[in-house]
C-alpha cells in the first residue's frame, strides 16, 4: 500500500494516490486498460497509406517510404495498391477538377475507419495555381491533417504522420464503433 | 498572297505552291499556310508524294481579337528524308471548323479532340469529337484567349 506523500485532508489524493488494485495487477504480470486504448494502440501503430501521387509531392511520399526516412519506424510503411485495404489516403499534389470525382470515389471505397493527409500547398490551396483547372481537396474529402510546403519534406510528411498518430491515439468510442453500437 | 518566291527552292513549298496561301521559312523551319478547304489535299499530298508519314501533333493558336481569330497547326514529320514541316490553316471566330485530318493520318483523332476540347475548333468528319482532357460536362474551351483564367465556375 501506498505511504501518504503529502499532508493534507486525508481524502484530498485518495482518488488519485490509489493505484494499489492496478499496482498489485501489475505486480502479477496484468496490465489493465480500455478497450479503446488497445484499438487506438493498434490502429495508430499501423497505418497502412494508399500508393496513390497526384504531382510531384509523390516523390516526397516515396521518399519518405523508402530507406532514408524510413516510414516503417512509425510502421506504416505497407503502401496498398487498393482503397480496400488502405487506411490513409495522403493526397500528394494538385487535385483537378476532372480527378476531384476519382479522389471522392476512391475515399468511398476505402473502409472506415479513414484518414486523410492534404500534403503540400496544391493540395490544400491549389498552390502556386490560379487557374480553372484545380480544386482544393478539403472541398472534395474531409481532412485530418494539412502539411505545408512546395513540396513538404519527407520529415514534414512524417510529422503529420506522427501528429496524426496523436489523433488516433485520442478518438473515444473506437470500440463501439468496432461492434457497430456508435 | 502566293507563297514568296524565294521559298520555291524547297522541294515541299513547290510541291504545295497550288494549295498554298502563303508561306515562310524562319529559323530553319518551313511554314506553310494552306486554304482550309483544302488542308485534306494537302495533307495527302505530303504524305503520299513527299513522304511525311510522320504527324508530330495538331493544335490551335487564339489571335483574340484579329480576325480570322483561329489557326490549326499541323506539325509534320518525314522520317527518311529527315526533314519538317509546318501547315497552317486559318479559321473564323464565329464558326471555326476544318475538316478531320483522321481520314489521311489516324493519330490525328485525340490531337484534334484536344484541340476542340481547348480551342472549340470543330473538326467536321472527326469519329468521336468529344472533350478529351477536361471532364465531359465542362462549359466553355479554356485556352481561349476570352476564357477567365480562373474559369467560370467558382
Redesign the interface.
Known sequence: MNAPMASGPADLFSRIDNESLEQELLQSGIVTTTLDSVINWGRKNSIWPMSFGLACCAIEMMSMSSSRFDIARFGAEVFRGSPRQSDLMIIAGRVSNKMAPVVRHLYQQMPEPRWVISMGACATSTGVFNNYALVPVNQVIPVDVFVPGCPPRPEQLIHAIMMLQEKIGQSNGSFKKVLNLA | MPIPETLSEYPVAAALADLAVTGKHEFGELTLEIAADKIIDALRKVKHELGFERLSTVTGVDRFPAEPRFEVVYHLQSVKNNERVRLKVRLSGTNPEVESATSVYRGANWYERETFDLFGIHFTGHPNLTRI???QD?EGH?LRKD???????Y
Open positions: 482532357m477536361l471532364p465542362w479554356p476564357y477567365p483564367v480562373t474559369g467560370t465556375r
